[in-house]
């Protein structure tokens, strides 16, 4: 679909990127995924990941629960199958084969009939969009609460109603996805996102999908860095697997959250905890190279699951990619963050970004001049225009002067670009052409 046998390198990937296939596979793989009922734990992870595990290589990992990790502890599993609020004739007016939304998640088994108002304390809806769902957690406080619609709750008037949530919560295992592709060099880029939301596409789903297309398309051509994907639960996954692998975080060159990634918003890049690592560098020149308008954040240290790899103790060189950062789209957390919320066009669009991203970070390095003293003779070498060059020609010439200029053995290419404002790969080609032509080192 885009040349798959062909490609040979990441730009090569990029020059044959056919937006509209991949935006339909990227909408189409949501498609599949949006009806489980995910969790931090349990069986809706185990078969998200068993449906990536037949797209990418993906080792999963099974973690019991109790088990210590740093300051906190893997928790109970928690598994459903079915859960209601039924009135007095039977009929069901909360029902979770409809949505897996109704059912607080991580909520504790309950059987039993209860008044209305007892129910009340248990019911969550938004008054403001009184046809959405809300979605919501009690992962570390026993706890049992269903979810819906405002209408739907103005509509209970009986004094008694009978609740079941048929789950359960007994030591299990955490479930961790990770699928590695090793390069010519142990040092890695990490990519991560988190897999424990149930029935919601931009918060969560669209980063998933999109690690698993960039996964697929990386997996087909040579690499220099060596590659990491991360499905992990937030929190707590991220939390284990860095508690399990705290030894190998000393490859990861580059790192990027992956999240909201599907909305129609412009695209957003919030930096790592260190505010000019090399991640930082590639987002920024990236994003501000794409012509779009896009926004930069600095760091906080709450958000996704940068929050733990950029923790003190690690300070990893890991940012966050976004669309519309979460919290800031008023379907965050609720039923319209659906199938329709997230478009075929973004999350192309998304990808693209994040292949323009590794293209710098696989096309990167840092070159020395052999003739630094004065201009080398580039019109004699047939590659300085005698009339003057114009258009791409005329560029392709000026980046050739700049990578001559700075290759000082301190500047990147990279950072000849950001100077220079000129594309990253037309500065890297000069810098290829520079260098068949015997006048780089490095
Ligand atoms: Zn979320």
């Known amino acids: ?23 339909v596979e990227l909408h189409d793989r949501i498609r599949r995924l949006f009806p489980i009922c995910r969790s931090i734990t349990g069986n809706g992870v185990r078969q998200t990941l068993r449906l990536l595990a037949s797209e990418i290589d993906l080792v999963t990992r099974e973690i019991p629960s109790g088990t210590r990790v740093f300051d906190w502890t893997v928790p109970k599993e928690w598994n459903i199958a079915d859960a209601f609020v039924k009135d007095r004739s039977g009929r069901r007016v909360v029902d979770f084969a409809s949505s897996n939304l109704h059912v607080v998640n991580y909520s504790i088994p309950v059987h ?50 009978e609740v079941c949530i048929e789950s359960s919560l007994e030591d299990g295992h955490l479930t961790l996805g990770e699928c590695y592709l090793p390069g010519q060099q142990a040092d890695e880029v990490l990519f991560s996102c988190h897999v424990c939301h149930p029935s919601l596409c931009n918060d969560n789903l669209s980063g998933v999908s999109v690690a698993v297309s960039l996964a697929r398309l990386l997996g087909q051509v040579q690499r220099r860095y060596s590659y990491r994907f991360l499905f992990v639960p937030g929190t707590i996954g991220a939390i284990t697997w860095l508690a399990l692998n705290a030894d190998a975080t000393r490859h990861i060159r580059y790192g990027l959250v992956l999240a909201c990634l599907g909305d129609r918003g412009t695209m957003t890049y919030k930096r790592s905890r260190h505010g000019r690592a090399g991640i930082d560098a590639v987002a920024e020149h990236v994003l501000s190279g794409a012509g779009a308008p896009h926004e930069i954040q600095d760091f906080t240290p709450y958000g996704y699951d940068e929050r733990q790899y950029c923790s003190p103790g690690f300070n990893l060189p890991v940012g966050v990619l976004s669309r519309t950062p979460w919290g800031r789209f008023p379907e965050y957390h609720t039923s319209a963050d659906n199938l ?103």
């Open 112 to 161: 039993r009939t209860v008044s209305l108002g007892e129910l009340q304390e248990h019911l969550f809806s938004i008054p403001e969009r009184p046809d959405w769902i809300p979605y919501k957690t009690s992962y570390y406080h026993a706890n049992w609460g269903f979810c819906l619609s405002h209408r739907e709750r103005e509509r209970l008037r009986e004094p008694e109603y």
């Open 1 to 23: 679909m885009i040349g798959r046998a062909t490609a040979a390198s990441v730009s090569e990937i990029r020059e044959q990127f056919d937006a509209s296939a991949l935006g």
């Open 340 to 442: 329709d919320f997230v478009t075929p066009d973004a999350l192309a669009d998304s990808l693209a970004r994040c292949l323009d991203m590794v293209n710098v970070i696989e096309g990167n390095r840092t070159y020395t001049n052999g003739n630094p003293c004065c201009e080398p003779q580039l019109g004699r070498r047939g590659l300085y225009g005698s009339m003057g060059g114009h258009g791409g020609a005329r560029q392709m010439e000026e980046a050739l002067l700049w990578v001559l200029n700075f290759s000082d053995g301190t500047h990147s290419l990279l950072e000849i670009a950001d100077r220079s404002r000129l594309p990253f790969d037309v500065v890297r080609r000069a810098a290829e052409t520079l260098r068949r032509h015997g006048l780089l080192d490095g």
